[in-house]
């Protein structure tokens, strides 16, 4: 398969997952970008052990979660230094979100960035992204009952999060 066509079929999805990750649309544009990208460099070892999109999703959630340890990273040094400024508060801004439910949603992904990774990442594919327990298993390279647990532990642990944050 080409490129154009990986691009053509999947870059919607990989898109849509990437922004559940940075929940900046321009952030997502780049990351999608990258995605391709990198796609493209290990286009030939790919050995068709699994879907094309199961191998993009891996690609992204990688390089989304990359992006996101960078972006703290930086957070923690510009507050070390104390010279944080309003350009480097958290935006969101993702497309598919009314205008009146953006402040509950943004509050709701806040809480789901406080997650572990797996539990996070387990979570928005299930929930967001609405792919079956066997496709979330072979993205992440987990068991389906490991797959299962993670997400029922996201869901714990984000009910806290909420609770905790409200309370």
């Known amino acids: 398969m ?43 070892k790919f050995r068709n052990e699994s879907n094309h999109s199961t191998w993009l999703y891996r690609i992204a959630i990688n390089k989304s979660l990359d992006f996101l340890k960078a972006k ?4 923690r040094f510009f507050w070390f230094t104390n010279e944080l400024t309003e350009n480097d508060s958290v935006e969101f801004n993702h497309p598919g979100v009314l205008i009146e439910n953006k402040e509950e949603t943004a509050f709701i992904f806040s809480c789901m960035d406080q997650l572990p990774d797996n539990q996070k990442t387990a979570l928005i ?7 079956p327990v066997m496709e979330i298993a072979g993205i992440m390279g987990l068991s389906a009952k490991a797959v299962e647990s993670l997400i029922q532990r996201a869901k714990i642990n984000l009910s806290k999060k909420i609770e ?3 309370g």
């Open 2 to 44: 080409t490129l154009e066509l990986l691009y053509e079929k999947h870059a919607k999805q990989v898109y849509n997952l990437v922004l559940q990750y940075v929940q900046n649309v321009n952030d997502a544009e780049e990351i999608t970008q990258d995605v391709f990208l990198a796609a493209y460099k290990s286009l030939d």
């Open 125 to 131: 594919l299930n929930k967001i992204e609405q792919l």
């Open 164 to 166: 905790d944050s409200e």
């Open 72 to 75: 703290r990273r930086k957070k």
